[in-house]
Nanobody, 123 residues
Framework: VQLQASGGGLVQAGGSLRLSCSAS??????MGWFRQAPGKEREFVAA????????NYADSVKGRFSISRYTARNTGYLQMNSLKPEDTAVYYC???????????????????WGQGTQVTVSS
């Protein structure tokens, strides 16, 4: 699976951005978004089961971020609203090949990764 993330940028606190992740190649079960701030470990943000559409979010983004997918275009989205300076990070999309009973949140569960896209939120 090849993943291409886009949509990052610079935004003021309280603003919004929408990230996109275009997938090609093999089919997959789950698409996830992770982020990594300087000096910190990569952390889970949100994920979606590609077939069923059920979702999972990190507590830090619940109510502000929304993950979705457009299966006909094989593209996933992360809508980020009410952005905070602490959301500043490089955001990565990832895909998990094998079917999972629950939506995984650990980086090791994901088999394929796209390049990151920088999101910077100014105060």
């Amino acid at each position: 699976v090849q993943l291409q993330a886009s949509g990052g940028g610079l935004v003021q606190a309280g603003g919004s951005l929408r990230l996109s992740c275009s997938a090609s190649g093999r089919t997959f079960d789950t698409m996830g978004w992770f982020r990594q701030a300087p000096g910190k470990e990569r952390e889970f943000v949100a994920a979606i089961n590609w077939g069923l559409g059920n979702t999972n979010y990190a507590d830090s983004v619940k109510g502000r971020f929304s993950i979705s997918r457009y299966t006909a275009r094989n593209t996933g989205y992360l809508q980020m609203n009410s952005l905070k300076p602490e959301d500043t990070a490089v955001y990565y999309c990832a895909a998990k090949s094998l079917i999972a009973r629950t939506i995984p949140t650990a980086t090791v569960e994901y088999d394929y990764w796209g390049q990151g896209t920088q999101v910077t939120v100014s105060s």
